[in-house]
């Protein structure tokens, strides 16, 4: 899709030797997420054709509004999805298993949500964007533990289902377990790719002289430096990882340099760029016609 040979990482690359190529983050998330065992996907299609269904008329719409309104529900809209076709019609949404894989597919894609949501704003560098990914994996890793203890209190809305009906673990437990134990794999085999970072970039402060060993000389000598300089022992107990090396920049240029093409990568995803770009589609229309305005 980049083009590595003869597309445009190929031809950028033989331009810019030293540049760095990493796949956008929030695509191989929303990739890995996409991954749902059959019986959850089609709960998943059951729901989106339901959507569909209220959102293909405003007098269905208005029907739904009412009867939230008279039910006082916390929303009393829809939001549009891609329609799905040929879905079996069996599942009755009477049925508490199928509330049951409802009320989990919920909680998951919100913890989704808010993984994807760390992943975005300014000043998420590569070595952010790492943490963040590594979290949400551990994180899958400890509610799969979880519920093979029968704990489901990270998903609020199974354990109320679960509390008056604890037949329904038996069937429901394995179906959750296999879906968890399927997106750390996933998510494991997607960001594969994503370069490891030395150590020596994110703890300088902490590296022992054994620790230097396999490095060069000048990486040596500048990170016993920062380790003896008292200025530079306080940046790093204030700034984050990141700052840190811009407020060394002067005193260790190449561990800087190796920090900048490493630790301080600014787009491990397209939402930087995507956020610039809308802010030049703006400000292209809001000049458009005055050539004199400061803003151009």
């Known amino acids: 899709m980049t083009g590595r040979d003869t597309g445009f990482w190929g031809c950028f690359k033989r331009e810019v030797p030293q540049c760095s190529f990493i796949h956008c983050m929030l695509h191989k998330q929303a990739l890995a997420t996409k991954n749902l065992q059959p019986e959850l996907h089609e709960t998943l299609n059951l729901v989106i054709k339901v959507v569909n269904f209220v959102k293909s008329s405003l007098l269905n719409e208005r029907i739904l509004r009412k009867l939230c309104e008279d039910s006082e529900a916390e929303h009393d809209v829809l939001l549009f999805h891609a329609e799905i076709r040929n879905i079996s019609s069996r599942q009755e949404f009477s049925s508490i298993y199928f509330k049951l894989k409802l009320g989990y597919l919920t909680e ?15 000043g998420i560098f590569l070595q952010v964007a790492i943490e963040n990914v590594t979290t949400f994996q551990n994180q ?3 509610f799969r533990l979880r519920i093979l203890s029968n704990q489901w209190n990270m998903f609020s809305r199974v354990e109320a289902i679960l509390s008056p009906s604890p037949h329904l673990e038996v069937k429901f437990t394995p179906l959750v377990e296999e879906h968890l134990m399927n997106l ?12 490891s970072i030395p150590k020596y970039l994110l703890t300088p402060m902490d ?84 050539l004199t305005s400061e803003k151009i």
């Open 108 to 122: 998951i894609f919100s913890y989704y949500n808010l993984s994807n949501l760390r992943l975005q704003g300014d």
């Open 140 to 142: 899958l890793k400890f």
């Open 207 to 290: 590296k022992s002289l054994e620790d230097m060993m396999d490095l060069g000389n000048i990486l040596v000598e500048e990170l016993l430096y920062l380790q003896g300089n008292e200025e530079a022992k306080a940046k790093y107990s204030c700034a984050n990882k990141s700052k840190f090396w811009f407020l060394v920049k002067g005193i260790a240029p190449n561990l800087f340099k190796k920090a900048e093409r490493l630790l301080l990568h600014p787009f491990p995803t397209i939402y930087f760029c995507e956020k610039r770009f809308l802010q030049q589609i703006f400000l292209g229309q809001n000049t458009a016609g005055d």
């Open 184 to 195: 750390v794999t996933d998510f494991s085999n997607r960001f594969s790719d994503v370069p």
